[in-house]
């Protein structure tokens, strides 16, 4: 949240050129507040071990955050018990007629499948265009990113012979930019897939900004100029353990399978892991929240409304 201050105190323009973000007096007395609204597309199969994730992340606000789990189907799933999912899941065709000041659409596990063959691909599809009429801003991660650069712009992914795994070093890349203020010169995040995108491809779109990335893992964040679409192509949700996890499940299958990179002490997979991002996670979504939700965001939900603050979106 933003501090308030007199108009005319000198400060205000002193921090302002800092990038700490403050508001002016007149400005705050202006705005209308009232419960963000806040749906989260859940793709992962273990759903309640994700929504720990991210509710965690977007607890650290003042911010009062109506959440709203959503599922792309109703066929059951092998992690999530179905009661669960009755009892505190919606499914999208029940909620496309309402609108949402943000939307998180999470990774899935089809890192190797071409789009063409997710069996719901024409449905997300459909969410992704009901979105950008919808919704004031969204963030897709990891597979969500990259299945929304293809269906929005025609990016699509490469994918590499060995999985990407492990934590890795980023730099910001813009000092002005709201959704990393305040991060550090460099900060980490855990990235665990298959699937990139080459940065001049990123670059070939004018309502691009690439906003972070890794001399390793590549680009990392993206958003379109409007602030309306964040793409995350790592995890900075997980938790110090979840990447240990994904490393045993892997050896499962292929006993070759890489161990994830600057993660465990020693890179040795018998010593605990360490967690190093967790600040900057969420950091992240704080600054989502305030600076790409609240701040501008319709005081009144409906499509005219959010269309007004995304006049170059096309309905």
Not at 5 to 30: G, H
């Amino acid at each position: 949240m933003p501090i308030k201050i007199p108009d005319q105190l000198p400060a205000l323009s002193v921090l302002d050129n800092e990038n700490i973000f403050v508001m002016s007096e007149n400005r705050a007395i202006s705005q209308e507040i009232r419960p963000m609204q806040v749906a989260i597309l859940n793709l992962m199969p273990n759903k309640i071990e994700t929504e720990v994730q991210i509710l965690r992340m977007l607890a650290n606000t003042p911010l009062q955050i109506n959440i709203e789990f959503v599922r792309i189907h109703a066929n059951e799933s092998k992690n999530t018990p179905t009661e669960h999912l009755e009892n505190f899941y919606c499914l999208f065709d029940d909620i496309k007629h309402k609108q949402y000041d943000g939307l998180i659409i999470t990774g899935a596990p089809l890192a190797l499948l071409d789009y063409s063959e997710v069996s719901y691909w024409d449905k997300i599809c459909e969410l992704f265009d009901w979105a950008e009429k919808n919704v004031t801003s969204t963030m897709f991660s990891c597979w969500a990113a990259h299945a929304a650069l293809y269906h929005h712009y025609g990016i699509n992914r490469h994918l590499r012979d060995k999985k990407l795994s492990g934590v890795f070093q980023h730099k910001p890349l813009d000092v002005r930019e709201p959704l990393t203020r305040g991060f550090d010169e460099t900060f980490n995040v855990p990235h665990s897939r298959y699937g990139y995108i080459d940065k001049s491809d990123y670059q070939r779109i004018p309502d691009l900004n690439i906003l972070a990335e890794s001399e390793q893992a590549g680009v990392y964040l993206v958003a379109s100029k409007n602030k309306q679409q964040v793409y995350l192509t790592g995890h900075p949700e997980y938790d110090t353990s979840t990447l240990h996890e994904e490393y045993l499940r892997d050896r499962q299958v292929d006993e070759n399978a890489a161990l994830p990179e600057n993660y465990y002490k020693d890179n040795d997979a018998n010593n605990p892991p360490i967690g190093s991002w967790r600040s900057h996670g969420s950091l992240l979504f704080t600054n989502w929240l305030n600076y790409y939700v609240y701040q501008i965001t319709p005081y009144k939900l409906d499509v005219s409304n959010i269309q007004a603050i995304h006049p170059d979106t096309v309905i």
